[in-house]
């Protein structure tokens, strides 16, 4: 079965802290691809990242890192020195192949940052 | 400035109602899907389609249907609503093939009273 599991369902952090955001995915498919979004309060979700199956180099941008790990079958997130404007909820996805494109939503993990 | 329109923010619709939500895309993208998001179930997918007049099913279809007349537009239609059809509603689109992610609607709260 095609599955992504984000376990934690709420974070709350400090200002300026570290947080990862863990991600677990199960597919038999050797090709797909897994995202993660964000949704912030006003609704919209927005792209964040897209990696291939065949790509497990880590990834930062700026503030953001990502975490492939094909052993583990996860694609974790980290946001580094976290600022109030990180608060949304996250979601993770995977897409695999001859499926048109759909994607597989975690249950999205709710971060919150306070000042 | 590429976007997927929802025609309604937020929506109050009566038990028995037929609903429609609207939501148009200016990407010329082929696939197009609505889920819909509920807290702790994240996002489940109810109607995809690929093609202008072409619709699937997705995981949670009862007590919905779709239309796609033309390929910028992509309706989901509530026969007859239910309170357990109170949530919110996403719109998205994709260019198609697996690698492509989708862009999103900003979401339609409906609420069934």
């Known amino acids: 079965a095609q599955k992504v599991t984000q376990a934690q369902t709420e974070i709350s952090v400090v200002e300026k802290e570290d947080v990862t955001l863990d991600c677990v995915y199960e597919t038999r498919d050797t090709t797909y691809y897994l995202f993660w979004y964000k949704q912030p309060p006003s609704g919209e979700l927005v792209f964040l990242i897209r990696r291939n199956s065949f790509d497990e180099q880590n990834e930062i941008s700026g503030r953001y890192s990502w975490n492939f790990q094909k052993s583990t079958s996860s694609f974790n997130f980290t946001i580094t020195a976290s600022q109030v404007v990180d608060s949304a909820v996250y979601f993770c996805?995977?897409?695999?192949?001859?499926?048109?494109?759909?994607?597989?939503f975690g249950q999205g993990t709710e971060l919150s940052v306070k000042p | 400035d590429v976007k997927v329109t929802q025609s309604s923010r937020y929506l109050v619709k009566r038990t028995g109602e037929k609903v429609f939500l609207e939501c148009v895309q200016d990407m010329d993208h082929e696939n197009m899907f609505w889920y819909r998001q509920d807290p702790g179930l994240g996002l489940r997918l109810i109607y995809f389609?690929?093609?202008?007049?072409?619709?699937e099913k997705g995981d949670i279809p009862e007590g919905y249907s779709v239309s796609r007349e033309k390929k910028e537009r992509f309706s989901l239609i509530l026969e007859s609503a239910s309170t357990n059809q109170t949530s919110m509603y996403l719109c998205a689109s994709s260019l198609g093939g697996e690698g492509y992610g989708y862009t999103f609607g900003s979401g339609t709260r409906l609420t069934v009273v």
């Open positions: 389609s690929y093609d202008v007049k072409m619709k």
């Open positions: 996805a995977l897409s695999y192949y001859n499926q048109g494109g759909k994607l597989i």
